[in-house]
C-alpha cells in the first residue's frame, strides 16, 4: 500500500511540474525535457507516466481544464444578466490568474488549429462554453433583461466578445486594464438589453 501513496504522490508532484512549464513557456515550450528538468528528474522517470509528448499535452490539456472549471466555479444562484455578467467576467483577465491561464489557452490554440483531435476538443470546449450561458441568456430573455433576439446570435456575440477582449488584453494589458475590460462587457451588454 505504501508503493500506491508514494505514485500518488509522485503523479502530483510531475503535475504540478506540468503546470510550471505551462505558466513560464506555454504549450510551445511542453515537452518530456523540460518537464523532467522542472522536476529535477530524467526523462525516463517521465515515462512511467507518459509515453510520448502527445500523452503528456493531453495531460497539460487536463490541468488546464481543471483549474480552468475551479476558476469559472458553480452556475451563479439567480438566473439573468447578473449571473450572466459574472459568468462572463469570469474568464476575463482581470488578476494575474486570469492572464496566467488566458495566455496559455491563447498558446494552446496554436496546437489545436493544427490538430484535428486537438481541434475538436477546443471545439467541444467552446459548445460547453456556450452552453454554460445558453439558461442564462435565456433568463436574461424571460426577465426582460436582454432584448428580444435569437439567443445562439446573442451567445455569438458575447463569446467573440469576450475571448477577443482576452486577446487583445494580453497583448495590449496597458490599453485594457481591468477596469476598461469590465466597462467594455457593460458596454456589450447594455447594447443586448
Known sequence: MPARTDHDARRRDVAEAVWRVLRRTGFAGLGMRAVAAELGASTGLLTH?????????????ELLHERT????????????LAALRLRLRSVLPLDPEGAELSRIWVGFWDLALVDDD?????????????????PLVEAAFERGELAPA???????????????????????PGRFPPARQLADLDAVLARLS
Open 49 to 61: 507516466y507518459f509515453a510520448s509528448k502527445r500523452e503528456l499535452v493531453l495531460h497539460a490539456l
Open 69 to 80: 472549471d475551479e476558476r469559472l466555479g458553480d452556475t451563479p444562484g439567480d438566473p439573468g
Open 118 to 134: 486537438l481541434g475538436r476538443r477546443e471545439a467541444a470546449r467552446y459548445d460547453r462554453w456556450r452552453a454554460r450561458l445558453r
Open 150 to 172: 435569437d439567443a445562439e446570435t446573442v451567445l455569438d456575440i458575447l463569446t467573440a466578445f469576450t475571448h477577443g477582449i482576452v486577446v487583445q488584453a494580453l497583448f495590449d
